[in-house]
């Protein structure tokens, strides 16, 4: 075995207690109003009800027997440190991890089930130009698990279909209807990010001074952002290549393009923080990008998907 796969093998096997800094931050996210509505079983029904008249009551009703046999316990993958680093990166939309125009979404439940989402980044110009981003958060250490959310990932990049979100509404225009062909990508962070972010957030949570500009100007944000990256400019290459067998796919082509254009912004805020980031920071955020998890796991994954034959996809 592989020094990596060892490591990803053992690490995180088993989810260890909370540590009581993650605990408080928790317990914050578990007692708030409105990220607990996010959890609710209740207030799901209700969301996906306002899409009776945009897919019929019948599609509708059986998309909510998903997220109930979910709920009451159905392939449940349960992980209090994934639900907390899905509150971190949602709370970094007022910190600017992914610039002032990008808005961060919670997925709803039937996403996160069906199209492995749980979070939606929006990003639109001053041109009003959108690009979005599909988020599947981890901090699992199973690699057999990444390796099938990666495969699952890059089938839809080869096939030129890319995930979607059936039960999304545009914030500003409240347009309800499914997104087809959104970019979706991993994010893994390690338990020593986990707990690094708990205790800066616990003094947000006290009010303590300077702790809103420590998490602001937290190295994770461009660790995330080359992890990001990574994915998107390995995603661009392959369909690049299944194109030119192809080259009048206008699924694969449409698929390229969107892909390209999140790369874009993705890019451009790579060069914003390391203009703007202490350089004591950025030197961190490039040393822990190179022993990151995801950096260890995705630089063999080439190999892994080149052993597939993907011409039948």
């Not at 609710?40 to 899409?51: T, V």
């Not at 099938?148 to 995930?163: C, D, P, Q, T």
Request: glycine share 6%; hydrophobic share 35%; net charge negative.
């Amino acid at each position: 075995m592989r020094p990596d796969q060892e490591y990803f093998h053992n690490v995180y096997a088993v989810q260890k207690p909370l540590l009581p800094k993650e605990q408080e931050v928790y317990d914050f996210y578990q007692q708030n109003p409105r990220l607990r509505a996010e959890r609710d079983n209740m207030l799901q029904n209700i969301l996906m009800e306002k899409y009776r008249s945009v897919y019929g009551g019948e599609a509708v009703e059986r998309d909510k027997g998903v997220v109930l046999r979910h709920y009451k316990g159905e392939r449940v993958d349960f992980n209090e440190r994934g639900e907390l680093m899905e509150f971190f990166i949602s709370e970094s939309e007022t910190a600017n991890w992914f610039g002032g125009e990008c808005s961060i979404h919670k997925a709803s439940k039937f996403d996160d089930i069906k199209n492995y989402t749980d979070l939606v980044f929006e990003w639109e110009d001053e041109k009003g130009e959108r690009a979005m981003l599909a988020v599947d958060c981890t901090i699992s250490g199973d690699e057999k698990k990444l390796d099938r959310k990666s495969e699952g990932i890059m089938a839809n990049v080869y096939r030129g279909k890319l995930s979607s979100l059936k039960y999304h509404e545009n914030e500003l225009s409240g347009e309800k209807k499914e997104l087809l062909q959104v970019p979706q990508v991993l994010m893994i962070l390690g338990t020593g990010e986990i707990a690094e972010l708990s205790n800066i957030f616990s003094g947000i949570i006290k009010k303590e001074p300077g702790a809103k500009n420590e998490f602001g100007n937290s190295y994770i944000q461009l660790v995330l952002l080359k992890e990001v990256k990574y994915q998107l400019d390995f995603q661009l290459s392959e369909i690049l290549k299944a194109i030119a067998k192809r080259k009048d796919d206008k699924a694969r082509i449409s698929a390229q393009k969107n892909i390209s254009r999140v790369l874009s912004v993705v890019k451009e805020l790579i060069k914003e923080k390391e203009s703007s980031l202490d350089s004591t920071v950025i030197q961190r955020a490039n040393d822990e990008w190179e022993k990151s998890l995801y950096c260890q796991y995705l630089r063999g994954i080439p190999l892994k998907l080149n052993r597939a034959n993907w011409d039948h996809v």
